[in-house]
């Protein structure tokens, strides 16, 4: 394994629990400072890998390397290099945000000027300095969910493992959180491995522009793999969605374009596509040849989002 671009490398990954087989030959690898997704529904298998892979559980079989480590061999060291968030919250609600912080540095024998000085760089970091000394059971859903990813944080880990880090979740505090993963991939050169039960996540703009790559896992097996966009073409009965950047071009576009849907407050249009580019160049042709409804209009081209309804 190349360890300088490889950070997470796993071949012939098993796990069976009696005559139960959850996962069932699992080959994956995550490059350095990118975002890998892992989505499937309940019981398809992507918490026991991650469990796995954080050495919580031993595999039955297959090669595992973690951060340039063989897990089997080296799991304290891959225990140093690895931050988990799990799916349920790993926030004492009976401590203030500040003092949950703090405990974490204490068990990472921080030291009080380094730990206190790294506590207040996550609490303002992670929008949580105004709520710092209130109880955590005061919290939002969106604000636990924060502080317990800046709890994992605090030993500055190179990979972290989001477990259905957006459940039960706002739309609003799902972008919010999407946005910390970026900025932790981008700022920090984090390496992310996250997963998620709710498949149309996949075809969210925010996620697309998260996740460099993405494997659905079912029944314990790797039913597909790759970026974003290819998966899409994968899945037929696609559509594109088309954004136009001013009123008067949407209303022209409406209906020349061959729309099944428009959303007028965001000027948008709806076209079913196959999955290649066939569509884009007809719905752009059809675009190009509107009878202009006045000499002097002067429309922006739109703007053009692939995805795929299953």
Not at 158 to 187: C, H
Request: proline share 5%; hydrophobic share 35%; glycine share 10%.
């Amino acid at each position: 394994m190349n360890a300088m671009r490889t950070f997470v490398s796993v071949t012939g990954l098993r796990k069976s629990y009696g005559a139960h087989r959850v996962l069932d030959g699992i080959d994956l690898t995550i490059p350095q400072g990118t975002v890998f997704s892992l989505l499937g529904p309940n019981g398809a298998g992507k918490t026991t890998t991650v469990q796995i892979l954080s050495t919580l559980i031993k595999a039955d079989a297959g090669e595992i390397w973690v951060a340039g480590h063989d897990l089997a061999k080296e799991p304290g060291k891959v225990r140093a290099a690895i931050g988990v968030t799990g799916q349920f919250s790993a926030v004492d609600s009976f401590l203030t945000g500040e003092e949950n912080l703090r405990l974490m540095a204490d068990l990472f024998h921080l030291g009080r000027t380094k730990g206190r000085r790294r506590v207040r760089e996550l609490l303002e970091r992670f929008d949580l300095t105004d709520a710092a000394r209130k109880p955590a059971v005061t919290y939002s859903g969106g604000m636990r969910r924060r502080l317990d990813l800046a709890m994992t944080m605090v030993g500055t880990p190179k990979l972290i493992f989001l477990d259905e880090p957006t459940t039960g979740l706002d739309p609003r505090s799902r972008r919010t959180m999407w946005q910390i993963v970026r900025d932790l991939v981008q700022q920090d050169g984090v390496t992310i491995f996250l997963t998620t039960q709710y498949l149309e996540e996949a075809d969210e703009e925010e996620a697309d522009e998260l996740a460099d790559r993405i494997a659905l896992l079912s029944q314990g097996r790797l039913v597909a793999e790759g970026t974003p966009e290819e998966l899409k073409r994968m899945v037929p009965g696609g559509h594109i969605v088309v954004r136009f950047a001013d009123p008067d071009g949407y209303r022209r576009a409406a209906g020349h374009v061959g729309a099944t849907l428009s959303n007028d407050a965001a000027l948008t249009v709806q076209i079913p596509d196959s999955g290649g580019v066939r569509t884009l160049k007809s719905s752009w042709s059809g675009w190009t040849r509107m009878p202009s409804t006045s000499p002097s209009c002067r429309c922006a081209p739109p703007t053009w989002t692939t995805s795929s309804s299953p």
